[in-house]
């Protein structure tokens, strides 16, 4: 009996809510709240991170700004196939966060990509894994280790794999989160801004919650956090060796192995390389904190060498030859 009083106040409740919507949608009563967003990326109400991808969406335009790439995005936003949260028993997990080179910025194709040929790899030597990108173009390791945090530790991983590179300790992001704080400033009444970083992007779409919240309740106060999480990460600082250091914290909290791969820069020539000191300085790190490190650095000059294959789209991005080299 308690059962069947429960489920019909459920059913009340839930009959209410839809009339409630439906009522506020017809009369106008909500204001016009929308989500700060361009491209594939949005404002993230996190400030650590800044911006995040959007989610499931799908482009096939000519013009990449701001999109990066053709195809569909996954239910969070990543350049990657879905994944179940729970672990299949006896799946040996990698987590992949990094920025536009571990996304494979410019690479037609998701398959051609590190995280995809890396998961090959492994199964090809008997390894049961199942390796999950969470890679974003123009993040530093502030905010890969932040979005590993807010959303990669839910997928359980037994290994989490950085994907460095050598502009990890520069603001290098092609003005994306510039542009997105300079689009929540100028939001008409700040009610864009406000009800992005203040509630989850489902709340805003509902009339009834953006009616209650922004037209009966007195408006939200500014989070001065907020504001001040955005400007650090526009200041660019270098972030590498405090967010390596909160990686072997979350490593040591949630047991899982951290790997660092170090991406050459893909000069003419490996034989006369400059930038051998920033890939000490990471190595150094990761002697630090235990993790392991993996310098790339003389896997592409063997590729180079090997095949004779372009393994550069640019002097920072592989092509799919230099993605395979890399896995």
Do not use: W
């Not at 500014?222 to 072997?248: C, H, I, K, M, N």
Request: aromatic share 8%; glycine share 8%; proline share 6%.
């Amino acid at each position: 009996m308690r059962a069947k009083k429960v489920l019909a106040g459920a059913i009340s409740v839930v009959l209410f809510l839809v009339v409630a919507e439906a009522a506020v949608r017809v009369l106008d009563l909500a204001p016009g709240v929308s989500v700060i967003e361009r491209g594939r990326f949005r404002l993230s109400r996190n400030p650590q991170i800044g911006y995040e991808p959007v989610p499931d969406l799908a482009y096939q335009g000519a013009d990449l700004s701001f999109f990066d790439y053709t195809g569909a995005s996954n239910s969070l936003g990543y350049r990657d196939r879905e994944h179940a949260l729970a672990k299949p028993p006896g799946t040996f997990r990698v987590v992949v966060i990094g920025d536009s080179i571990a996304a494979g910025l410019k690479v037609e194709r998701f398959e051609d990509t590190l995280p995809p040929l890396l998961e090959g790899e492994l199964r090809a030597a008997g390894v049961p894994a199942e390796v999950i990108s969470l890679a974003v173009s123009g993040y530093n390791t502030r905010q890969e280790v932040a979005t590993l945090e807010e959303k990669g530790l839910a997928f359980d991983p037994d290994l989490v794999l950085v994907a460095y590179s050598l502009t990890d300790r520069e603001r290098v992001d092609g003005g994306i989160l510039a542009t997105l704080l300079a689009e929540r400033a100028g939001a008409e009444g700040g009610e864009a801004a406000v009800a992005h970083v203040a509630v989850h992007p489902l709340f805003a779409k509902s009339a009834l919650y953006r009616a209650l919240r922004y037209r009966l309740l007195p408006p939200p106060a500014p989070d001065p956090s907020l504001a001040r999480g955005y400007e650090e990460l526009l200041a660019g600082e270098d972030s590498v060796a405090p967010a390596l250091a909160d990686l072997a914290r979350l490593a040591r909290e949630h047991d899982f192995a951290v790997a660092v791969a170090v991406f050459p820069r893909l000069v003419r020539s490996f034989a006369h390389y400059p930038f051998a000191e920033e890939h000490r300085y990471v190595e150094d790190l990761a002697a630090r904190h235990g993790f392991l490190y993996v310098d790339l650095l003389p896997a592409f000059a063997a590729c180079r060498k090997a095949t004779g294959e372009s393994l550069k789209l640019d002097h920072f991005h592989p092509s799919a030859a230099g993605h395979r080299c890399a896995a």
